[in-house]
């Protein structure tokens, strides 16, 4: 579904960062839900983050991988715990996918 236009200001808004993940493990009377422990570099430091990932990924899948991240989201509660920000992924109705980065780059590197 193709979404409203918005201007340049509003994208600008949006802090797209380099996320390393430290620690994964799936939460407690969860099926889907993976909490991580991201580090977003200088800026943020580390996070935690959960994403309805384990339907495609095992929190083993994830530790030590760097991804896209949305560092500035308004925190949201998901079972009854905090989440710091979102994962970016691919969401085609036949494939769900992430980014993998390069691992060489720096923690917390900005995204444009």
């Given at each position: 579904m193709k979404k409203a236009?918005?201007?340049f200001v509003d994208f600008e808004k949006l802090?797209?960062?380099v996320g390393e993940v430290k620690e994964?493990?799936?939460i407690e009377g969860s099926k889907n839900i993976?909490?991580?422990m991201v580090d977003l570099g200088e800026d943020y430091g580390t996070v935690e983050i959960l994403s309805g990932l384990a339907k495609y990924y095992t929190p083993e899948d994830l530790?030590?991988?760097?991804y896209i991240f949305l560092a500035n989201l308004e925190s949201k509660k998901i079972?009854?715990?905090?989440?710091?920000?979102?994962?970016m992924v691919a969401d085609d109705p036949e494939?769900?996918?992430l980014f993998p980065l390069d691992?060489?780059?720096?923690?917390?590197?900005?995204?444009?």
């Open positions: 236009i918005i201007n802090d797209l960062r994964a493990s799936m993976i909490k991580m530790i030590g991988n760097k079972m009854g715990k905090d989440s710091n920000g979102m994962i494939k769900f996918a691992k060489n780059l720096k923690n917390g590197t900005v995204i444009r």
